[in-house]
């Protein structure tokens, strides 16, 4: 089985039309003024208009309230939402309601305890985003080019519904994480960047094809 790939923080068109024919599964857009990836619904938009079938759209999102969701849906469809502050599952649960969108809900991990908190998500969630924790100065939510111990999944294993891995990956790094976790997806941001918030369409052609081996080698050490 492929390991599916979430490409996100894609703010222009080249990083988008590689994205699209590297095979990436998800397109992400971040809608968060002070991450230097954000960008205005209308311009994500644009970037998502006629994207081939089988290609999903995430709305990267950190606690949203219903105005703030309702001005990017006005603009485009989202195939997920993805939360990524402190959202309750209660939340979660009344904004998947709310829009019909599936839920990704990030979780910042720092031990094993962290990688149990997706089960709290079980009855609101579609997908679990296990990312790094931030530092305690940190700006904005997330690994911020930061990765986390995979080891911890050897103790603290992943939810059977759907799950994503991130957090510090890149292309030199992709293939290792997928053996250690098991991961049959994963999301990649600034591994793929030349510059915060610039995607670089090499780095991206390079993260799709090394995750696309590792699952190739993944599926081969288990046949």
Known sequence: MPVA???CGLSDRRAVDAAVHGGARFLGFVFF???????????AAALAADLPAGTAT???????????????????RLDYIQLHGNESP??????????????IKAISVSD???????EDYRESA??????????ADATRPGGNAQAFDWRLFQAAPPPATGW????????????????ITGAR????????????????PEKIGAFLAAAAAAGQAADGAAA
């Not at 709305?59 to 485009?76: A, K």
């Not at 209660?90 to 839920?103: K, Y």
């Not at 579609?126 to 530092?135: G, Q, R, V, Y």
Request: one cysteine or more; a negative charge.
């Open 185 to 200: 997806a994963v999301d990649v941001s600034s591994g793929i960047e030349a510059a915060p918030g610039r995607k670089d």
């Open 58 to 76: 995430v709305g990267v999102v950190v606690d949203p309230d219903n105005d703030f969701i309702e001005g990017i849906l006005s603009h485009m």
């Open 5 to 7: 790939v979430k490409t």
């Open 112 to 118: 094993a305890a962290d990688i149990g908190r997706a």
């Open 126 to 135: 579609d997908l679990i985003l296990f990312d790094a924790k931030a530092s």
């Open 164 to 179: 994503l891995l991130s957090g510090g990956l890149d292309a030199g790094n992709v293939g290792e994480a997928i053996r």
């Open 33 to 43: 003024p002070p991450s230097p990836r954000d960008v205005s619904p209308e311009h």
């Open 90 to 103: 209660a939340r979660a649960d009344a904004i998947r309601t709310r829009t019909g969108c599936r839920i």
